[in-house]
């Protein structure tokens, strides 16, 4: 009896040691959630900073163009698109708090790839020069798969973590394709990384030394939400570095089958007359051969005069035409529209695309009988409103 109660009490014993072991694991997992709560909310703050700092230096240079309507008009442009940065940050703080427990979802979408390109290219050529570092965009006209706002918020950290950690140089913001992927790179002339730093340089709160720039030095967490966001969309995500020579960070993302997104709507745009407008040639073109592939007879222009000249060279009226807002001259897409209607004298179905989704160019479109797709267009969301367009015609 007096073995089976010693017995019954080490057991016990061990028991209790465990149970303490584990109460004080807990503690330190609370003390240290607790404390990475603390610092994110310190990084929160210190991304947040960016789109205000841009809005600043738009608003000044809005002071110095009283009398050139045209450049205060891009400049309220590249300041509504801050605000919609600001925007998607805001929804990233209250994101990147939720990736733990899986409530963050990707909303998978088929898109153009240059038009997150065009958006970037914007906001981050004025955010390099004030810096002090020149920033460029290679075009792309790939179509991809995934979630367009999650992939927006991982370009940002790397653009913004190449630029924290570059003091001279440039940024330049790209891609390759590669089989059925589309590799998306972001490439600098920073400090580079230490072959020993790369396996840990996604983790939280990792930051490497950037005496550089030590007084605007963050806590790291871009990196580690690049990860993250990188894990929710399924894109294999890399970095290669040399000390001192830069670095080039890789994010493969599908590239989207066109074709098989629209395969069964195909014979009802077949033989029918598109005009495409567009001021960006490589847009043109990729819309071109979108629209190709459906059996659609293309005519593409970037301005008013090009669009008369190849409607009377080619002898075709279009049954539908798809133009830009913005375009690179004195018309806006509607008013482009507007002037073909008239000298036309026909009153066909148009679609505007746009990035600016206020409540004015909503109010025009409607006035004009048009339709509208806002940035980035869908391609099936597209085919879907020409076939309805063409029945209706």
């Known amino acids: 009896n007096s073995h089976s109660f010693y017995a019954f009490a080490l057991k016990q014993r061990?028991?209790?040691?465990?149970?303490?072991e584990q109460l004080a694991l807990q503690k330190d997992i609370a003390e240290q959630a607790n404390a990475d709560k603390s610092k994110f909310l310190a990084a929160a703050s210190h991304d947040l900073r960016q789109p205000l700092q841009a809005m600043s230096l738009f608003h000044g240079e809005l002071l110095q163009y009283n009398n050139n309507a045209k450049k205060r008009e891009q400049l309220m442009n590249r300041l509504g698109e801050?605000?919609?940065?600001?925007?998607?940050?805001?929804?990233?703080?209250?994101?990147v708090s939720r990736f733990e427990v899986g409530v963050v979802k990707a909303e998978m979408k088929t898109f153009c790839?240059?038009?997150l390109f065009n958006d970037l290219c914007h906001e981050y050529n004025m955010r390099a020069k004030s810096e002090g570092l020149s920033f460029r965009s290679a075009p792309c006209s790939a179509i991809v798969y995934t979630d367009p706002v999650l992939l927006r918020r991982i370009v940002r950290n790397l653009l913004?973590?190449?630029?924290?950690?570059t003091s001279r140089g440039s940024i330049l913001l790209g891609c390759r394709r590669k089989s059925n992927a589309l590799v998306l790179?972001?490439?600098?002339?920073?400090i580079g990384i230490a072959?020993?730093?790369?396996?840990?340089?996604?983790?939280?709160f990792k930051q490497l030394n950037n005496p550089a720039k030590e007084a605007v030095k963050g806590i790291g967490l871009g990196l580690s939400v690049v990860k993250q966001l990188s894990a929710v969309l399924g894109c294999e995500l890399s970095v290669q570095s040399v000390l001192g020579g830069g670095s080039v960070f890789s994010l493969r993302i599908p590239v989207a089958d066109i074709k098989n997104n629209v395969i069964e709507i195909k014979d009802n745009l077949n033989l029918s007359t598109v005009l495409v407008l567009d001021g960006d040639k490589n847009m043109l073109s990729e819309m071109q051969n979108m629209l190709s592939s459906w059996g659609c007879d293309v005519l593409s222009a970037t301005d008013i005069d090009t669009a008369l000249s190849v409607i009377k060279s080619t002898d075709k009226v279009p049954d539908v035409i798809i133009s830009d807002y913005q375009l690179n001259h004195s018309l806006s897409g509607i008013q482009l529209i507007k002037a073909l209607r008239l000298k036309l004298k026909s009153k066909f179905s148009a679609i505007i695309v746009s990035a600016d989704v206020s409540a004015e160019i909503n109010e025009e479109v409607n006035k004009n009988a048009l339709a509208l797709l806002h940035k980035p267009v869908n391609p099936v969301q597209l085919a879907t409103l020409l076939r309805f367009l063409l029945s209706s015609s």
């Open 14 to 20: 061990f028991i209790n040691e465990s149970l303490v």
């Open 82 to 95: 801050s605000i919609s940065s600001m925007k998607d940050l805001f929804k990233g703080v209250l994101d």
């Open 113 to 115: 790839i240059n038009d």
């Open 160 to 165: 913004e973590n190449s630029i924290h950690y």
């Open 185 to 190: 790179q972001v490439w600098d002339t920073g």
């Open 195 to 204: 072959p020993e730093n790369l396996k840990n340089i996604f983790e939280k």
